[in-house]
Nanobody, 126 residues
């Protein structure tokens, strides 16, 4: 059974930084796409950034230059480094994986993913 577990969320002041982690268990597929998403109350889930099957990182316009993604393949952990945080970045953040090969901006579409974590809350105060 595939499990994704996010951690690292919390409260931070505007301009601050956080690093989110996503640990993966039981994922035996050789191919995958991975992504980070977020959902604020009353809003739809939106893609933050993702890595497609070419290994390219795709970014939502609202995070370019502020958020980066990295992986520790040995530990099967995905990271989201967030800096210059803004109050509008406040949301529940989710990581996701899927074994189907996809390319380009489709990795920012929640419907491209089968496996999801339960999320970690990020709150940015002004």
């Amino acid at each position: 059974q595939v499990q994704l577990v996010e951690s690292g969320g919390g409260s931070v002041q505007a301009g601050g930084s956080l690093r989110l982690s996503c640990a993966t268990f039981g994922y035996s597929y050789s191919d995958y796409i991975i992504g980070w998403f977020r959902q604020a109350p009353g809003k739809e889930r939106e893609g933050v950034l993702g890595i497609d099957s070419y290994g390219r990182t795709l970014y939502a316009d609202f995070v370019k230059g502020r958020f980066t993604i990295s992986q520790d393949n040995a530990k099967n952990i995905l990271y989201l480094q967030m800096s210059s945080l803004k109050p509008e970045d406040s949301a529940m953040y989710y990581c996701a994986r899927d074994p189907v090969r996809r390319y380009g901006s489709s990795v920012l579409n929640p419907s491209s993913y089968r496996y999801w974590g339960r999320g970690t809350q990020v709150t940015v105060s002004s």
